[in-house]
């Protein structure tokens, strides 16, 4: 890979770590997602369960539906993915009916993510569309957001927990 392709991979990760932000904003976990086709954003999104009260609300579907909605298409062929997490089941199926080309995660996901880590959703036999896989691009400072979000969390499930000395 060349290191133009690099620096645009970066450049696209920076605009889902924006999205993640926004999704922490929120009260949301901080998973931020950008689909891109031909060096131009065509969708963009951010967890948004709790906001919406949908449980399919991941920023993937999010950025999903915005790209579908802005092109008129819920095909989606020659496009790429950007995302801060590594996707789960759910995600994952979505971008293989969406005809996604390539997806690119940032960091893995020990709980649930099946691209690379808990398992290896796309190298099935029976899928009709076939999704290229990059994972890495700027996968510490993804894992970082992650951390410290679910950190801060605790402290204040803690907090709240804790008797009141007044």
Same mark, same amino acid.
């Given at each position: 890979?060349?290191?133009?392709?690099?620096?645009?991979?970066?450049?696209?990760?920076?605009?889902?770590?924006?999205?993640?932000?926004?999704?922490?904003?929120?009260?949301?976990?901080?998973?931020?997602?950008?689909?891109?086709?031909?060096?131009?954003?065509?969708?963009?999104?951010?967890?948004? @369960?709790?906001?919406? +009260?949908?449980?399919? &609300?991941?920023?993937?579907?999010?950025? #999903? $539906? %915005?790209?579908?909605? /802005?092109?008129?298409?819920?095909?989606?062929?020659?496009?790429?993915?950007?995302?801060?997490?590594?996707?789960?089941?759910?995600?994952?199926?979505?971008?293989?009916?969406?005809?996604?080309?390539?997806?690119?995660?940032?960091?893995?996901?020990?709980?649930?993510?099946?691209?690379?880590?808990?398992?290896?959703?796309?190298?099935?036999?029976?899928?009709?569309?076939? @999704?290229?896989?990059? +994972?890495?691009?700027? &996968?510490?400072?993804?894992?970082?957001? #992650? $951390? %410290?979000?679910?950190? /801060?969390?605790?402290?204040?499930?803690?907090?709240?927990?804790?008797?009141?000395?007044?």
């Amino acid at each position: 890979m060349s290191n133009s392709e690099n620096q645009q991979d970066e450049q696209w990760m920076r605009l889902a770590l924006e999205q993640a932000r926004m999704a922490e904003a929120v009260g949301e976990v901080p998973v931020g997602a950008v689909l891109v086709r031909d060096g131009e954003l065509i969708g963009a999104g951010h967890n948004r @369960v709790i906001t919406d +009260s949908d449980p399919s &609300a991941h920023a993937e579907v999010m950025a #999903l $539906r %915005d790209a579908g909605k /802005r092109q008129n298409n819920y095909r989606l062929p020659g496009s790429t993915l950007y995302v801060t997490l590594e996707p789960c089941l759910m995600c994952a199926g979505v971008l293989v009916h969406a005809r996604v080309e390539k997806l690119v995660f940032s960091t893995n996901d020990p709980k649930t993510g099946v691209i690379a880590t808990v398992d290896h959703a796309f190298d099935r036999s029976y899928h009709n569309h076939q @999704v290229t896989v990059m +994972s890495g691009v700027l &996968a510490e400072e993804s894992a970082q957001l #992650l $951390r %410290d979000f679910f950190a /801060r969390r605790r402290a204040r499930a803690v907090h709240s927990r804790l008797p009141d000395n007044n």
